[in-house]
């Protein structure tokens, strides 16, 4: 900061200048140092708010709809948290029981998360499984033959532990693996590809990249 003018000869006058300029000086290094802003907590919304203005609520004496904390104006609603509707969630201020949003917030968790096996339909034929089979059962939509054939790494890359599960509803079931892997069959020497009986129930799982294993009733 550049000094200031010569003064006058009034020495009272020089240190209100000299003041000044240190108090000046205090404030530019203030500016240019801080690494947080401190944001007042509002108890009223703000008069004729703007796209992008970010405030925090104190959420008693004005709660824009969940509670205390940070909000931003986004085409004419305040959204909480920023910039991430919560509304369909179940909310930690809620111990996680906010029955209303229950069905809504398990629907946006992964799959994986729940008890509930989910279920690949399979026709008569030929079926080469996929990589979104994994945890999954596989079944029959019809009676008649089938054939699943596990693809080798190369062609899809199931992650190493990955479980498929089969039932033979609709009639006996071979299951194919591909000659560059090995499939064991747990409790026995047998390996390559294994039949399952009508209403056998089997699973398998990737026990390296080219190997896996099958267990379950009705195999041979």
């Known amino acids: 900061m550049p000094s200031p003018g010569p003064p006058t000869n009034d020495p009272g006058l020089l240190q209100v ?3 000044t300029q240190r108090e000046l000086e205090n404030l530019a290094r203030q500016f240019t140092n801080f690494d947080v802003m401190q944001q007042n907590v509002l108890s009223e919304e703000p008069d004729k708010p703007r796209d992008g203005l970010t405030v925090i609520a104190d959420g008693v004496n004005w709660n824009p709809g969940h509670g205390a904390g940070q909000y931003t104006f986004l085409n004419g ?5 920023g910039y991430q509707d919560t509304s369909g969630f179940l909310l930690k201020t809620a111990n996680l029981s906010d029955v209303a949003n229950k069905v ?4 946006n968790l992964d799959p994986q998360l729940t008890s509930v096996i989910r279920v690949t339909s399979i026709s008569p034929g030929t079926y080469t499984l996929l990589l979104t089979d994994g945890e999954k059962m596989l079944l029959p939509n019809a009676g008649g033959a089938f054939t ?5 790494n190369a062609t899809v890359p199931f992650p190493v532990g990955t479980c498929v599960s089969m039932i033979a509803t609709g009639g006996a079931m071979t299951v194919q ?4 892997d090995i499939l064991y069959q747990v409790m026995t020497a047998a390996q390559g590809t294994r039949s ?3 209403w ?21």
């Not at 609603?77 to 948290?81: P, T």
């Not at 693996?177 to 560059?180: D, G, K, L, P, V």
């Open 17 to 19: 200048i000299q003041w």
């Open 77 to 81: 609603v305040w959204v909480f948290g």
């Open 200 to 220: 056998g129930l089997a699973t398998i799982w990737k026990l390296s990249a080219t190997q896996w294993v099958i267990s379950g009733s009705g195999i041979s």
């Open 196 to 198: 399952i009986a009508s």
């Open 148 to 152: 699943i054939v596990i693809p080798n």
């Open 104 to 107: 809504t917030a398990l629907a």
């Open 177 to 180: 693996i591909q000659a560059s």
